[in-house]
């Protein structure tokens, strides 16, 4: 039952996927969404959330052909050992880079809000380490500190929502279905991006417990992420109006700093809003951390999970050192979700579904 | 094996007791005609000679002149032919090997050689001075009982023979410790505990190979998985009905002589946060309390570590007059903020120590002294601020309402961590230690359970774990036996039958 | 040696960690902040920064730190401090190298803006995305207007009231953000505002005998610092156009600006009627706008719900009866429609200021007009109808003589 074999169960791959779609997406989304919805910003995360599920959905019925396998055993199989192992790379270095640039983002979120002078790479390490610490226990653990965090995560962000909603004005949502069908598309293309842990699901299969239920928990858990990334979306618009949300970076941060709690004589909230921010960004962390080494380490063949844990976050850090501004970051991370993140979230799934219906291998 | 000459058994006895002047023997010649010779020996004051006297000897050496054994029934059946003699005790065995004899002899029997046999007797007359069954001091109650157990096994044990009257309750002797060979019981129900579980802890047990065990601290310790985490991976109680609630639930309760202790396996830090009397007063208010036990162990680790963060780092969450007050009273003390909160803990854990050292009368003294006088003198001194003194106050108060000490001290050592990070690194520290130590507790296990089950992994057992939980359901509600049980045992209440 | 290496890692860690901490007694927390157009004054006592083309005048009350234990928000025990710079940032600069402590805004209530600095366009719009950018300013902070110097008005001695930023932040508090003049502006409500209309509104401060205070109040015979009575009053509303002040409104005419808004619970509103004054005490008040065409221009219906309370009164004749209960509701209509019809009469016709919002409204509910109105939205303004239908419902009447 509780034996060390590192499977999880469905219900702890729904938090863990909730909690990384949840905390690499919800900052900037509502400004990317904004940018090309004004107020339809909210239809665009509710329709990039029903593109994320077709992505889960082909994601998933590839895994479940493989429920055993790794993404390297697997694409091995359908697509040859050196292009499973070049996929492998690729996707390890895409993590890195993209955790990398997520640290940087929260160092200089941190920085400029709370700790002006403390350096780039003490804020970098420090979330890095705990990351790693947590990578290095093993998906067991993860799972487990999923579950612990959930709670913590959602629902002060739930509660300081509902309160912004009683205080937002709903007609900032109007006139809605307005926008032009082509700024709609490029809408969704690009906020797509806040949901770009996906191409996790590829990796995940040999560690669920019940492989069957992973694709239908999975659907469940985006239906769930979008639905509230759609409403945090909304109440943001409804809250801040448009045009703010697109001149400020981090609009969902703002707008949870404006609430006033009822009863309360906190009359700024910084700290708990960063509270869930470095809650959010552990989670991000050390999910990319762990699946990177253990691409690298499945790739390799030899060598404990630990030490390739050890050698990404080396590469991580390096990135986040790197100086670049935000919006630089910004370009960058569109860059990535364009090529490499549509790429492995999109491409890749029918591409193994097409060789596996071809070669006639894998489960039902 | 023993020589049949009682000479010889009577040198190698002396031989291995040289210098022991506690070892009683005495040469007693019985029969008839007094020709049959017997050598009895026993350790002074571990034996009851009421027992040996009254039932053992006065039979040997009254009655069984009247009726001569033969010669050859002592060489074939020694047990038998002594025992018609007229033992009036039943816990008689017969032994021919000198280490057990020995041992006996160690662990308060008598043992009786006779010339001519190959065996010897060993007659079970352990009484020694004990302190007898008292009111607990470390795990008091409102209601419930005030037993708790002492250093004598067999009185523990009767202790929770007397709660459960089960014929499915075991309880499996060991002894451990080369040189202490502390007899140890492991306590469970046969149908109830889960056989992996048990095998385990039999393992365990079996394999701590040390010279002494004088605690059960020692047994928990050593059969901890992670030796390291300060966090304790077995429970430890003193109260009967605790341990007895334990068996009932699944779980192996492990007992040793010369301790007061007993220690549970599995333990999961739910299990650190129940207390005895939650389930004798109603689910509402114990519910409340099991609440506030919660928040009590989050702030005793947080408290000091949250408020170097925000007062420090991010005064912005504080209210304005409060925290002009703050400021204020911070005018003239000479010492950063961590500093001065590290001097009053380290102060109340002085405190803490040396009102567990001093006699009774005095501790409630150090009390007084440590609340009034030194808090308050400090803060007049201007050495600390009041708010420095209410949140160490607060710290130390959190950790009484824990009902496990053991676990009071894993909190404490993580709340040195967790100040050390949040005064470096403010509310980033705060987090990133609390993560840390998060981390160590959900990879932690007891016995193959998750540390923080049921809030981890609790759909495992459909979530039923949780009515036990940060509340208390009903007692009608709560059906199931815990994860620990076994599965196939695990209803603990069936439907109350109607008309 | 990994074992070494690691720890001496975590002691330089440790050694020289806490980049950002400041202790409590060490900061100095800013309670208000007032910002002037820069004007060469003799005899006040500023820091000065070392360019030559100081455009702003910034101000900083903060609780005095010797006193902050005993009497940390009295106004007696406050410290003023102000610099010039050519920004607003460098001015806050200078007044933290000119203090002991370290200066900390997040706590700070109260901008307080001058006539001066929001008569200037660009010095106020730069002010303005000074506050936005800055991560210290909350945009919870509330903006109050002064046709007084800042800096003079944050100086004056309040006799036994708190500090301004704490009196006002109490003022809201106690008051329920409602009746008329007691509106609260945000900063974030402020730049939102002008973002997508173009107009503002920021209440407007006065204190009593500002340039006297040693002026004894005659019927106490009391310097003003001592006396209880109050000083310190909400006396209407300044409207912000394109980053510049308009003009402001009275009292009377904020309030008529207030009833479009919906904030107007708790407002007396009395009505002289031959020898009778006829107060009613507003209890609900809520408006919704109906956009139309009439006449090749836009028409806007503003439709008015006003429940009210008779609840002081000395009525001659016969008791208040139901019918008479209406005659004073349509009393009522009349002169609520009044008021908003002055008011925007001034805000339309006067400055052209779309204070109301009536632009956004107009894109949100009825893109067809708006399409057609939009584009030249200034003298679609102007031209527009504000019709003001008001309802008024009396729940009670009181005693009656």
């Keep these: 039952m509780f034996s060390l074999n590192q499977k999880i169960s469905v219900r702890q791959l729904q938090v863990l996927s909730i909690l990384h779609v949840f905390g690499a997406g919800i900052i900037m989304l509502p400004r990317q969404a904004a940018a090309y919805g004004g107020q339809d910003a909210w239809i665009i995360v509710l329709l990039a959330a029903c593109a994320a599920l077709i992505f889960t959905y082909l994601m998933a019925t590839v895994g479940r052909k493989f429920p055993a396998d790794s993404f390297v055993s697997m694409t091995a199989r359908l697509l040859s050992a050196p292009v499973g192992k070049c996929l492998a790379v690729l996707l390890a270095l895409k993590l890195i880079l993209s955790c990398g640039l997520a640290l940087r983002l929260f160092s200089d979120i941190l920085r400029q809000t709370m700790m002006r002078n403390t350096p780039c790479f003490v804020v970098c390490a420090a979330m890095g380490a705990v990351g790693a610490y947590t990578a290095a226990k093993g998906y067991e653990t993860r799972a487990r500190m999923a579950q612990i965090l959930f709670p913590l995560i959602l629902l002060p962000v739930l509660i300081v929502f509902c309160l912004a909603a009683f205080e937002a004005d709903f007609s900032n949502l109007k006139p809605v279905f307005s926008t032009p069908p082509r700024d709609m598309f490029m809408g969704v293309f690009r906020s797509s991006a806040a949901f770009n842990g996906l191409e996790l699901i590829l990796l995940i299969h040999p560690y669920a417990r019940r492989p069957d239920g992973v694709r239908k928990g999975l659907m469940q858990a985006m239906i769930f992420s979008g639905v509230l990334m759609a409403l945090i979306t909304g109440i943001t618009i409804a809250r801040l109006g448009a045009i703010d949300v697109t001149r400020q970076l981090w609009p969902v941060l703002e707008m949870m700093g404006l609430i006033d709690l009822p009863g309360s004589f906190i009359d700024r909230q910084d700290a708990l809003v960063m509270s869930f921010w470095i809650l959010s960004t552990f989670a991000v962390v050390n999910c990319e951390l762990f699946f990177s080494a253990l691409l690298f380490k499945d790739t390799v063949g030899k060598g404990k999970h630990a030490y390739y844990i050890i050698a990404c976050l080396a590469a991580i850090l390096v990135i986040s050192f790197l100086p670049l501004s935000a919006e630089r970051v910004n370009q960058i991370q569109t860059w990535l979700y364009s090529t490499l993140d549509v790429g492995f979230m999109a491409v890749l799934p029918i591409l193994l579904l097409a060789a596996a219906k071809i070669r006639k291998i894998g489960g039902a | ?499 | 040696m990994r074992k070494r290496a690691f720890t001496a890692l975590i002691l330089c860690l440790l050694t020289t960690g806490c980049w950002d901490k400041v202790e409590l007694e060490d900061r100095g927390f800013v309670v208000s902040i007032g910002l002037d157009k820069f004007q060469a004054q003799s005899g006040r006592l500023t820091l000065t920064g070392a360019e030559q083309d100081n455009q702003y005048t910034v101000t900083a009350v903060m609780p005095n730190g010797m006193d902050i234990k005993e009497n940390a928000v009295s106004d007696k025990t406050k410290s003023v401090k102000s610099a010039d710079s050519a920004t607003v940032s460098g001015a806050l600069r200078l007044i933290d190298m000119g203090s002991s402590q370290k200066l900390y805004l997040k706590q700070a209530k109260m901008l307080l803006w001058s006539e001066s600095l929001l008569q200037d366009e660009k010095l106020f719009q730069q002010a303005l995305d000074a506050m936005e950018r800055s991560q210290d300013i909350s945009r919870k902070m509330f903006l109050i207007a002064s046709k007084e110097p800042a800096w003079k008005v944050l100086s004056a001695p309040l006799g036994g009231e708190p500090m301004l930023g704490v009196f006002m932040e109490n003022f809201y508090k106690n008051n329920g953000g409602g009746g008329s003049i007691l509106f609260r502006q945000i900063l974030q409500k402020t730049i939102s505002d002008l973002r997508s209309s173009g107009c503002t509104v920021m209440p407007v401060l006065e204190i009593k005998d500002l340039d006297h205070p040693e002026k004894k109040d005659a019927s106490t015979d009391k310097a003003p610092e001592d006396t209880e009575a109050s000083r310190i009053m909400l006396t209407g509303c300044a409207v912000i156009r394109n980053y510049t002040l308009a003009g402001y409104l009275n009292a009377i005419e904020t309030r008529g600006y207030e009833w479009i808004g919906g904030h107007c619970r708790d407002a007396e509103i009395s009505l002289p009627r031959a020898e009778e004054q006829w107060p009613m005490r507003v209890i609900e008040s809520g408006a919704k706008f109906f956009f139309s065409e009439e006449g090749g221009a836009l028409r806007c219906d503003v439709e008015i719900h006003v429940t009210g309370d008779l609840d002081e009164h000395h009525f001659t004749g016969a008791s208040v009866s139901l019918d008479r209960m209406q005659v004073y509701a349509a009393e009522f209509e009349t002169a609520i429609a009044g008021e908003i019809t002055r008011t925007a009469d001034i805000l339309q016709k006067q400055w052209g200021a779309d204070a109301y919002h009536f632009k956004e409204s107009l894109r949100k509910k009825n893109s067809n007009l708006f399409q057609r109105y939009g584009e030249d939205w200034e003298s679609s303004y102007r031209s527009m109808k504000i019709i003001p239908r008001v309802r008024v419902e009396l729940v009670s009447a009181g005693s009656v003589r």
């Design chain 2, 1 to 499: 094996m023993l020589s049949t000459s009682l000479d010889e058994n009577i040198r190698q006895l002396e031989d291995t007791f040289h210098d022991c002047g506690d070892l009683v023997k005495r040469k007693i010649p019985i029969g008839q005609h007094k020709d049959i010779w017997i050598y009895v020996a026993y350790i002074d004051m571990l034996i009851n000679r009421e027992t040996l006297e009254s039932h053992v000897l006065n039979p040997l050496m009254v009655f069984v002149w009247e009726t001569p054994p033969k010669p050859e029934d002592l060489q074939t059946d020694l047990l038998h032919t002594l025992t018609d003699c007229g033992f009036t005790t039943a816990d008689v065995r017969e032994s021919g090997d000198p280490a057990q004899l020995y041992n006996a002899i160690l662990s308060g029997d008598t043992v009786f050689f006779v010339d001519g046999a190959a065996s010897a007797i060993i007659i079970s007359t352990r009484g020694w001075p004990s302190r007898g069954v008292s009111a607990t001091d470390t795990e008091v109650t409102v209601q419930g009982a005030k037993d708790a157990f002492t250093e004598s096994l067999r009185m523990n044990t009767m202790l929770i023979r007397r709660r459960i009257k089960d014929t499915k309750l075991k309880v499996k002797q060991l002894r451990i410790g080369s040189r202490t060979q502390t007899d140890v019981a492991l306590m469970y129900l046969e149908d109830v505990v889960r056989p992996a579980v048990l095998e385990e802890t039999l393992r365990r047990v079996k394999s701590i190979d040390i010279d002494g065990i004088l605690d059960s601290g020692y047994i928990a310790q050593m059969i901890a998985e992670n030796k390291i985490s300060p966090f304790p991976q077995a429970q430890i109680t003193e109260r009967p009905d605790k341990a007895s609630a334990a068996v009932l639930e699944g779980r192996i309760v492990i007992t040793a002589d010369n301790s007061p202790f007993v220690v549970i396996v599995p333990a999961t830090l739910n299990t650190f946060m129940q207390a005895a009397e939650d389930y004798y007063q109603g689910w509402q208010i114990m519910s409340f309390i099991r609440l506030m036990r919660y928040a009590a162990g989050i702030l005793s680790a947080c408290l000091p570590g949250l408020y170097i963060a925000i007062a420090v780092y991010h005064p912005s969450m504080i209210p304005a007059l409060l925290i002009y007050k703050m400021a204020g009273a911070r005018q003239s003390v000479p010492f950063p903020t961590t500093l001065e909160i590290l001097i009053m803990d380290l102060a109340f854990e002085l405190l803490r120590e040396a009102g567990l050292r001093l006699p009774g009368p005095l501790s409630g003294a150090i009390g007084i002294v440590g609340g009034l006088i030194v808090g308050q003198a400090a803060v007049e001194a201007g050495l600390v601020s009041p708010i420095a003194v209410i949140i160490v106050a607060l710290t130390g108060i959190c950790g009484f309402a824990i009902p496990h000490f053991s676990l009071v001290s894993g909190l404490r050592l993580s709340k040195y961590f967790i100040l050390i990070c949040s005064a470096v690194l403010g509310l980033l520290g705060f987090w990133a230690s609390v993560l840390l130590v998060l981390s160590h507790l959900v990879s932690l296990r007891s016995f193959g359970f998750p540390y923080l089950f049921p809030m981890t992994a609790g759909e495992v057992n459909h979530y039923s774990d949780w009515k036990d939980t940060l509340f208390r359901a009903p007692l009608s509600a709560m059906k199931k036996r815990p994860i620990f049980a076994n599965p196939a045992e695990d209803v603990r209440m069936h439907e109350a039958k109607k008309g």
